[in-house]
Nanobody
Framework: QVLLVESGGGLVQFGGSLRLACSASGSIFSLYDLGWYRQAPGKQRELVAAISSGSTTNYADSVKGRFTISRDNAKKTVYLQMNSLKPEDTAVYYC?????????WGQGTQVTVSS
């Protein structure tokens, strides 16, 4: 069982930056593939960025060049640095961890970008 807790969301102006953090419990954090997802009102949840256990990253086209995902295995934390934020980035952001067929989700953190 893995418990994921997100932090760092909030209200930011267009063009601003935020850094989300997701702290995990458990002793094998380094083995998990990790991801950040978001869900805007009335829309499906979508993958924003992912980082594998080997630190390979991939990003949604809409955030490439603006967002950076990283992980610190010693701190059992995954980060999402978000720069040049746009109103369309407004959503609840969730972190997720996967090992094999086991998926775990955080409770989500709200990010609101004002125009």
């Amino acid at each position: 069982q893995v418990l994921l807790v997100e932090s760092g969301g909030g209200l930011v102006q267009f063009g601003g930056s935020l850094r989300l953090a997701c702290s995990a419990s458990g002793s094998i954090f380094s083995l998990y593939d990790l991801g950040w997802y978001r869900q805007a009102p009335g829309k499906q949840r979508e993958l924003v960025a992912a980082i594998s256990s080997g630190s390979t990253t991939n990003y949604a086209d809409s955030v490439k060049g603006r967002f950076t995902i990283s992980r610190d295995n010693a701190k059992k934390t995954v980060y999402l640095q978000m720069n040049s934020l746009k109103p369309e980035d407004t959503a609840v952001y969730y972190c997720a961890a996967r090992l094999g067929t086991d998926d775990y989700w955080g409770q989500g953190t709200q990010v609101t970008v004002s125009s």
